[in-house]
């Protein structure tokens, strides 16, 4: 199950008809609730929350596709670098960012390693977002 890479923003006709959309997978009720906030309110990004990698990978096996996917590092049943290894031999195609407490040194090398395109510290701010949306127009 392969989500479709599209642009961002605008600069793409697949774009002007319906909303990115965005899996954001942490423990952390309130950290999902900001970074919610945060993709629909100033990126007009459809949005699902699930509380581990073990949801996620097991939405993507029910047939669910997302352009992004906004992964933590440190959650209960399954973490985030275990979750997007399983994602990526799956053959998910989704544009996967790490999301930690500590996003330099080991922590940030594990999930590069599992297959992130980019490793943010929490919480996701307007710039990081912004970076990850110019890696969906390039695709």
């Known amino acids: 199950m392969e989500s479709k890479k599209r642009g961002a923003g605008g600069s793409s006709s697949k774009f002007k008809s319906r909303k990115i959309s965005a899996l954001i997978v942490d423990d952390d009720g309130t950290l999902r609730l900001i970074h919610k906030t945060l993709l629909e309110g100033l990126f007009n990004m459809d949005t699902k929350l699930v509380k581990n990698g073990k949801e996620a990978v097991d939405l993507f096996r029910s047939g669910a596709n997302f352009d992004v996917i906004f992964m933590d590092k440190e959650m209960p ?5 275990e979750a997007t290894k399983k994602l ?8 996967i960012v790490g999301i930690t407490a500590r996003a ?10 599992a297959g992130v395109n980019h490793c943010f510290e929490k919480p996701l701010t307007r710039a990081m977002v912004e970076l990850v949306l110019q890696s969906l127009k390039k695709n």
């Open 77 to 81: 049943i399954m973490d985030g670098a």
């Open 88 to 95: 990526r031999a799956m053959g998910v195609k989704s544009v």
């Open 104 to 113: 330099g040194g080991k922590e940030r090398e594990e999930l590069l390693a």
